[in-house]
């Protein structure tokens, strides 16, 4: 089974201020991990993903993530960051080969001004 | 294009009633997995589906909870007899075949 360590509930930055949310996960299997952004009222929007290949990632919209297999961690990071990535974020790992997921507890992203 | 819908977007039932909560997936998918997110909490699995048949339900409640992908039309999960501890954000996702799963907007259900 895997399970997934989100360590902040909460990360409050300023508007371009670079921002690291943390993950953790434990499996016992090679895995695949995701990233997933919500937006207050709305489903999760994929935000990136480790399948396989380079350990870093990157979104569209300047957001990245590295797989850190000794490490067991795929922590976000993004070097500046706007008012609009303000949103709850979710880690995600499922066994290679599933594409159904066990997420963390999200991490809430509060962008001030 | 029209992505994942979920219907209603709120639904609001009183103890004992019946919460049905309806999924259309993004045209040309046919797998469905359904979500349940508690406050405070990531999304739970509970289910997946393909067309007619359950795949996977090792996160359903044995009780009171079921679901149904039918030939035509959308997925549907039921909720029987609810009680206030239903009360959560259900979300579906669709996929086609060995992709990535798209969310729906989510039903939020509040039982009284």
């Known amino acids: 089974a895997q399970s997934v360590t989100q360590l902040d509930s909460q990360v409050p930055v300023f508007e371009e201020a670079p921002v690291e949310l943390r993950c953790n996960y434990s499996?016992?299997?090679?895995?695949?991990l995701f990233w997933y952004v919500q937006y207050p009222n709305q489903g999760l929007q994929l935000l990136l993903k480790?399948?396989?290949?380079?350990?870093l990632v990157e979104s569209i919209n300047g957001f990245e993530a590295e797989f850190n297999k000794s490490q067991t961690s795929f922590h976000l990071r993004k070097p500046s960051v706007h008012i609009s990535d303000t949103a709850e974020y979710f880690c995600?790992?499922?066994?290679?080969?599933?594409?159904?997921?066990?997420f963390g507890r999200g991490t809430s992203l509060i962008v001030h001004p | 294009n029209a992505g994942v819908m979920q219907n209603p977007r709120h639904l609001v039932r009183r103890r004992g009633q019946e919460a049905r909560l309806r999924c259309s997936p993004m045209?040309?998918?046919?797998?469905v997995y359904w979500y349940r997110q508690l406050p405070e909490e990531g999304l739970k699995f509970m289910v997946y589906?393909?067309?007619?048949?359950?795949?996977?339900e090792s996160g359903m409640p044995k009780e009171r909870f079921s679901a149904e992908f039918p030939k035509e039309g959308p997925s549907i999960l039921r909720i029987q007899q609810v009680v206030r501890g239903d009360s959560a954000a259900y979300f579906c996702?669709?996929?086609?075949?060995?992709?990535?799963?798209?969310f729906g907007p989510g039903t939020r259900l509040t039982v009284l």
């Open positions: 589906l393909q067309k007619e048949n359950i795949i996977d």
């Open positions: 045209k040309g998918h046919s797998h």
């Open positions: 995600a790992v499922s066994p290679g080969g599933s594409y159904i997921p066990t």
């Open positions: 996702a669709t996929s086609g075949v060995g992709n990535e799963q798209f």
């Open positions: 480790y399948l396989s290949g380079s350990t």
């Open positions: 499996s016992s299997v090679s895995v695949y």
